[in-house]
């Protein structure tokens, strides 16, 4: 599972740095390494609060989620909070919604068995 974050993380940022370039109105727009110690660091805070061992009593909630699944879904939520909050219109960000899904789609569904919902 930490090889397919891994993979998955780097080519978010490898297309948003292709796909989203920088211009006079949106200098901002650079994707250095940081954004990638971000999406970690964030699904580290979240791994590392053993008092509430939440990826590892996700299964006992209300509405069972496997741990694996709950992973995905914070890793996407660090994603988008990392490179998504630098974007500046509805346009950018639809743009990286799409780079998420197709890799979420193409990382996670096929190997660890999936369906597409």
């Known amino acids: 599972m930490k090889t397919l974050l891994i993979d998955a993380t780097i080519v978010v940022w490898e297309t948003v740095g292709k796909k989203l370039l920088p211009t006079p109105a ?21 791994a590392q609060q053993h008092e509430f061992k939440v990826i590892q009593n996700v299964s ?15 890793w996407r939520h660090e994603c988008e909070r990392t490179f998504m909050d630098k974007l ?3 346009v950018d960000k639809k743009v990286f919604s799409e780079i998420l899904n197709r890799t979420t789609k193409e990382k996670f569904r096929e190997s660890l068995g999936f369906d597409d919902d």
């Open 26 to 46: 949106k200098f901002h727009y650079l994707f250095n390494i940081r954004e990638l110690a971000r999406v970690f660091a964030g699904i580290c805070k979240v």
């Open 60 to 74: 006992n909630l209300k509405e069972k989620i496997s741990p694996q699944l709950f992973l995905i879904g914070l």
């Open 88 to 90: 500046t219109n509805n």
